[in-house]
């Protein structure tokens, strides 16, 4: 049995509750799921700001129930603080951005990621390289929706999604679909039938790769990124943030 | 239940067994695993020649037992025929190499490969770069030791092993091991206690990420690169390769 | 006459006093020069943990001050929420990472950073890569001093960092040596004469390309990176980003 | 004098001889040309498992006749086997792929590769990356026609060449054509008459690139990559393979 | 009080009259800025050929003018020979192209730069790609006229440059646009304000950074680039140049 | 037979005599091979500032002679003016740099350039990366000696470049060796019997490149690159340039 928390940044309880539908699908067995938003923080996230605020609550959310469980998955296609959350957890952190792009070059030669609005773009450009697979992504295509339109209206979501998937796979060479974004992932059968080539929810992607490192009982290399936050005072912050920074 | 084939390209019956053992150590419950070696090939595979044969022996191997299995891992590091066998089955095929560097680039900001001979090196950079992960790859580094010699004395390895290992780690950037053959797998624990960063074997690896694609219900994309082979002629060719190109 | 902030984003004030100095000594003669900390925050930044919760206090010190100056300058090396406060103004807002790595550019073939202790060269190469100027990046070489200790003992800084900077040119070939933490800002000068090439603090070079970009009166792009928030609502946030995002 | 061993590597006997034409024209007066084909595979290549099938028939092929020639070109537009080939002999051994690529570089800014079916352009990216020169390919576009096919119709062919290769001018920025097939290769004066830059088939760029290496007197290095196969016992294999690997 | 000396490459004196006067808007109130060509050359440079003629044209300016100056500024944006000069004088030289494309990333997320006639484009390609900024440069989009018929007809070049910038915002995700000539400075009020994102004019940027480096005392590294030229004797060339050489 | 013409694009006629000794040891039998240093310039190069005069004395050469020749070989390592030259013939025209890179990624899977001073590094790493295999290249080594010392003391230039090269096949991965100056070509064999692996001059690959390019009646292509010059008005420059120029 293992225990893993998925956290949704945002504070969309309705995206809260599909991402763990979704997740829930298809975990093992043995695997007792958790998804929850933080106390505070945005509706939805799609620009930097925002991720930075989601993801100082997504850190918070982490420390808090660090003891609880065997791994976390971070919800969000921009991968918010997952380096932050790596520091304060032996335990492995999986971003659903990261998981979704190494899961998709095992299905195929290259993957394009189809989006919300055309300003998340540029940050999943800067994920693809951080991540080392910016060779691997035939492109990163946009729709014309926000995150809370594409749960208000999943079915307009699903036509632009299968128009731009076709799109990458015709024109940019893409051989499997990556959604970018958590709320597309209950989306991802619809999109799949149409446009004939694998497409991947990072949730998903995320739980079953935090299964497999919770399996091989991995936690996350302490050797220099991600070793724990250096002891210091900090001002004007959190009792848990606190005992982190004060313990080191 | 599902079940996966682990191939072991080389035909050697010990290797077989010690790659059987580990890989059982870390698969699901309810995974049924089978490891088996082609019928005809290099006793190790250590250069490009001896990829090639046994790569043809991995493919006739996979497209004899195609039906029985839901997915395939090929034990070799350097991945040999994965994209072939990628052609000739919808399943998931997943090589050690590959799977260990995506696995790691999960646990660590870097990793290293630590091989067996010097000669294995230009191998292992031309698949991480075809893998696309060469930002990510600290260092490749050798040992003396050939395969077997490795298979024969596992305290020589791991005292070779951890050496380059610990130096990966202080000269290198390296925070994660990856073990650049199929044979060390059995001595991840041993090293891993001796450097103190996760190490990994590609094999688990390979198993751990079969597993969640069969979970996740998700095939090769047939869009281009790992579309069937077109049908025609073979000439002095075995049966079973006939049947493939024949029908297409 | 313009009014450029400068914000250490960590809550030393001390260091924020030093930086102020140095970059006092360069800024232009009709230069209003305003430099603060946040209200709340880690007493130093030496991680991602750190950076989010430093990140998140400077977008607030922005948006509270935003109508007051004309550009802003984020003078910590890992350049946190530079690309989040270009969201919320449409003034310059230059991180001291970025500047000092295009101005070496100007200065020499390429450049190393020397920076604090080891776990900070990650952060680094991240964002040299997001950057772009990884290809003239000679290397990243750390010291094995905490920010708060080279504020502590400058001494014992230059000894490090001059001994750093050297290796960097004679074995790395950079040709200009970049400051990796504001608080080495001050001791520039003294590293330069004992190396003999360019030694670049990055809080100079920053308020340099404030002036710059304000006196050509070019503003951040709002095409799509940094375009303002979308409107929405925020749960258990402070006043001023409720602002923000009501507003969008 | 020198002799040059062409081996086209899949079984298409009049692809074979209109490989032989193509190269005689081109070659030196006193090299000695000889093309033929393996004993056995797939009547055409254009996948990874065919590719694996002639990559082994060339290899017993070069083993055979190693003493009897100066140099190997490997007809093969995806290179298949030339890295095993290199271990086998310590003569020039040549892939048309690579050779077309480096010849282009000398004689524009930019090439781009026209090849036969959508599939086999995965397969030149991998190339491209692995030769190393991605950065000076403009493109590589597809035609609608097989290997075969361009044999049996060249003059449908010709048309569609040229519409991709004018695009990739056009379109892409590409200043040379490198004709992806070496069953192309004879129509490329009436591709480059048409659209007015210069266009190379590989088979003939290899075999001066051989009569190069053999003229400045130069051998594949055996320092790592391409040292010969280890000594090993091979199970079930032919007895040239069978000579290489007992011998080491 | 500092001196800049702008040098226009080519030989066209109403280009360098409007060179001079677009710098002099923006330079700060205490440059004194001098705008001049070279005594032989080219009217304008498109081609390698002709920056080679500038390239040496400008290196005898910059020679005897050194003493008279505190930075020089190249305006041509191939950047023609500001390597070289970096080598004969201790003072920052700054070249057009790299300016540009420094600052643009300060100001978004990717640049494009549109240029003149469509062979300019390849030499861009390579100066983005040595620079560095490849990652950062969305596209190079040229345009149908030469650079004297822009300075002759500039309503027309604004037309087409308009369009083109547009196109970069569009479809390649530009957020800044560079403008591709020196002839073209003068117009980036009015591409900007068609176009509605940061437009750069090189020479105001190149004049700016000259600044900046002045301000901060900063010469050009001489470990190893641009150290000044060894000592040798120069045959038949005219005596600056010998000066130069024959006292190393 | 075919006339090519190689340029000692520096004015030491010793340097002349030996490079055309080398050239025309390997040079086919029906090569007529003339070797000629330019009218004017510098008498050895190793900077970009007589780089930038050696290449424009180049370009003059090939102007007077271009009737009378087939092909160009331009013999300094740093490919001076390569790309001028191939506007202004239609023959192809190579520099030693890319010939011996190309020509190395035929025999090796990573080359090294040994060269000569240490400022020449930087000036071979912007070459590598110009030509685009940087990837293939795993180091360029210098030694403490000028081009002319090569030429004179030749002994202790071989004990130099023998160290260096063994240094790069056996830390940095290095299989084949590209020598980094004309003047070194003569010392390739003594070399090469001293480190083991192929050790490549560039002048003798270039000559075998550019008879390979006339074999196959290639010339460089014209698209955009290397068109010829616009049709312009040159001020004060010698006849040769002022006919190419005012032709167009």
Do not use: W
């Amino acid at each position: 049995m293992m225990r893993i928390l998925v956290i949704n940044p945002n504070t969309s309880i309705e995206m809260t509750a599909s991402i763990d539908a979704v997740a829930k699908k298809y975990a093992a067995a043995d695997t007792v799921l958790t998804t929850l938003s933080p106390a505070y923080g945005p509706r939805s996230i799609e620009c930097h700001y925002e991720e930075q605020i989601a993801g100082l609550a997504t850190i918070e959310t982490v420390a808090q129930l660090e003891a609880e469980y065997d791994a976390f998955v971070i919800a969000c296609y921009g991968d918010p603080a997952v380096d932050a959350c790596r520091e304060i957890t032996n335990k492995p952190v999986i971003g659903i951005g990261e998981a979704s792009m190494h899961m998709a070059c095992l299905l195929g030669h290259k993957f394009s990621i189809v989006t919300v609005i055309p300003r998340a773009v540029p940050i999943m450009e800067d994920l693809a390289r951080k991540i080392g697979l910016e060779s691997r992504c035939a492109s990163i295509r946009s729709t014309s929706l926000t995150v809370l339109e594409i749960e208000a209206d999943p079915d307009r979501a699903v036509i632009e999604m299968v128009a731009e998937a076709k799109a990458a796979i015709a024109q940019d060479g893409a051989e499997v679909i990556c959604l970018g974004c958590a709320g597309m992932g209950p989306l991802d059968d619809r999109v799949q039938d149409a446009v004939g080539v694998p497409v991947l929810d990072g949730t998903v992607c995320a739980v079953l790769l935090a299964q497999s490192a919770v399996a091989y009982r991995k936690s996350t290399s302490k050797a220099a990124a991600y070793a724990p936050p250096g002891k210091k005072e900090l001002v004007g912050c959190s009792p848990v943030l606190n005992r982190i920074s004060l313990n080191g």
